[in-house]
Each structure stands twice: as structure tokens, then as C-alpha cells.
């Protein structure tokens, strides 16, 4: 099991190494720089200017001295935020893009497993299709959309909930929606079709004929089963909302990660735009890690499974 992690980790670390390299051309190869659509200034000070972010040199020698910057942790000056590094940005906005990340996910699992299992336990009754059509419907809006019509119903209309900005409670719903609902769908329907699948086996039929409730059932023989691809799809999902929450954030104006993100990208910031792409993708790969470690706690056999891949490959 330890070689097994030790080489995703191996294998995350290239995936980090081609996103940052393929972000770095991307984004000189882009028409345009960070400081084109500044005032006219006279060459002498655009020399100095590109001097000191290192423009001035070739981009095979930028590129070189961008890695061994971030070997050491350091993500470099941003362009269009003066003084201010890509460290200091990323440690002043994430704990907010964190929480509203955590909640949602959190929102998702909790609201698609619940939904999953109530579907599952009444199988072709209204309940059933009922869920079946909600989470249909959810599934094919996506999450900026959604984020605009509740600010629009629970904000405009009723008056509800604030419609935007961050820092109280009721301020965190309407954006926690938003994020949570296409995942909770997907999970909804993931659990579902796996529950029916177990639920279908002769030793639960096995147990309900000895009189053990559903609640039991379900806790004691039926999620450590049914629950694997939904785990299995974590990673993903955390990916979807990381994604996600750049757009949200924008929609709601909450102070995360994700307005440095797209102001860089539309600014030309090249510092932000690589830093925070790093950042991220470092944060999915320790994630998927640990949803590695929790598959084969769920299920030992896939360790022996992954080995028999790694040997054939």
C-alpha cells in the first residue's frame, strides 16, 4: 500500500509540474502583458519595470528561474498589486474560499446520501421518481445560473437572505446552494443506483427476513458498501467545486481566492494566475491522496487491485 501512494504522489507531483508548465507558456503566448494597458510610460522606465519582474529576460531563462522559485515555496511579486506577494494574497484570501469549499461539500454529500438512500428504500414509488425529477432538473443547471435565480427569489423577491457579500451566517446560504446543488445530484443519483444494486443481495434479503429494521440495515451492511463510488467521486467533486467557486465568488462578491484569480487572469498577472493554479492544484492532489487512503480503508482488495495495474503497466 505504501508504494502504491508513494507513486500517485509521484504521479501528482509530474501532473503539478506539466500544469505549471503549460500555464507558464500559456500565458506568455497570450497577445498582450501585464502592464500594456498601463498609461504610456517612457523606456527607460518600462525597461526598469521589466527589470524587475524578470521580463526582460529570455523565456526559456524565466521559465527556469519560475521553477526553481516555486521549489522553494515561493510564488513570486504579483504584477498589479504592489508590494504584495503571491504567498501573502493566497494566505489572506483562502480561508474564506476554504470555508465556503467545505460547506458545500459537506452540503453535498450530506443532502445526496440522504436522498440517495430515501430514493433507493421506496424503489419505483413517487418518493422515488420525485427525487429522480429534482435531481434531474438539478443536474442540468449550472451553478452560475442557479446562484442567480436565488439571489433573484430569496433576495429580490422575498427578501430573505442577503444577496451578497460575506461574514454572517445567512450571507454563506445562498452561495452554498449554489456550489452544492449539481454535486448533491450527482451523489444523489450515484448512491441510488448502487443501494438498489445492494440492496438486492441475497444476505440483506438474508437479514430483513430476520426482522432487521431499514435504519439498521442501512447503518450496518448497506453504506460501507454502497457508499465506495460515491467516495470514489470526491476527487472530481472537489475538483467541480474549486472550479466552481471562482464563478460564485464573483457572482456573490465574497473576498476569496477566487477575485485575485480572474482579475489576473483578465490583468495579465502572471505571478497570481501561476501561483494560484499551483496552489490549487497541490490541494487536489493531497486531496485525492487522502481519498486513496480512505478507499482502501473501505475496501482492502483495491490495493491488491491497484498493484496487479501497476505490474502489468
Not at 45 to 71: T, W
Not at 179 to 202: N, Q, T, Y
Not at 292 to 307: C, I, S
Request: charged share 15%; hydrophobic share 55%; with cysteine.
Amino acid at each position: 500500500m505504501a508504494v502504491l501512494l508513494i507513486k500517485r504522489f509521484v504521479y501528482g507531483l509530474l501532473v503539478i509540474y506539466l500544469v505549471v508548465t503549460a500555464t507558464f507558456f500559456i500565458m506568455r503566448a497570450i497577445p498582450g502583458g501585464p502592464f500594456t494597458a498601463e498609461k504610456k510610460v517612457s523606456p527607460a522606465v518600462a525597461r526598469s519595470i521589466e527589470e524587475k519582474y524578470g521580463l526582460n529576460q529570455p523565456l526559456g531563462v524565466q521559465y527556469l528561474n519560475y521553477l526553481n522559485r516555486v521549489a522553494r515555496l515561493d510564488l513570486g511579486l504579483s504584477m498589479k498589486y504592489p508590494g504584495r506577494t503571491v504567498n501573502e494574497l493566497i494566505g489572506e484570501s483562502f480561508p474564506v474560499s476554504a470555508l465556503l469549499g467545505l460547506l458545500a461539500l459537506m452540503v453535498s454529500v450530506a443532502a445526496g446520501l440522504i436522498m440517495g438512500a430515501f430514493a433507493a428504500l421506496r424503489y419505483q414509488r413517487w418518493p422515488d421518481l420525485a427525487i429522480l425529477a429534482t435531481v434531474t432538473l438539478c443536474l442540468c443547471v449550472p451553478n452560475f445560473a442557479l446562484a442567480s435565480l436565488l439571489v433573484y427569489i430569496f433576495s429580490l423577491k422575498l427578501k430573505w437572505l442577503p444577496a451578497a457579500m460575506w461574514g454572517s451566517p445567512l450571507q454563506a446560504v445562498l452561495p452554498v446552494l449554489a456550489l452544492s446543488a449539481l454535486p448533491a445530484a450527482f451523489i444523489a443519483r450515484l448512491f441510488r443506483a448502487e443501494m438498489i444494486d445492494v440492496l438486492g443481495k441475497d444476505f440483506i434479503k438474508m437479514a430483513r427476513a430476520k426482522g432487521l429494521s431499514d435504519m439498521r440495515l442501512i447503518a450496518c451492511h448497506v453504506l460501507k458498501i454502497a457508499v465506495i463510488p460515491v467516495l470514489s467521486y470526491l476527487g472530481p467533486l472537489a475538483t467541480e467545486l474549486l472550479t466552481g467557486i471562482f464563478i460564485v465568488e464573483k457572482i456573490f462578491a465574497i473576498p476569496g481566492l477566487g477575485q485575485y484569480y480572474l482579475n489576473s487572469i483578465i490583468n495579465r498577472d502572471y505571478s497570481v494566475t501561476l501561483g494560484i493554479t499551483i496552489f490549487y492544484i497541490a490541494l487536489l492532489v493531497a486531496f485525492n491522496l487522502l481519498v486513496d487512503l480512505a478507499y482502501l480503508f473501505l475496501n482492502p482488495r483495491a490495493g491488491l487491485e491497484w498493484g496487479e495495474q501497476y505490474e502489468r503497466a
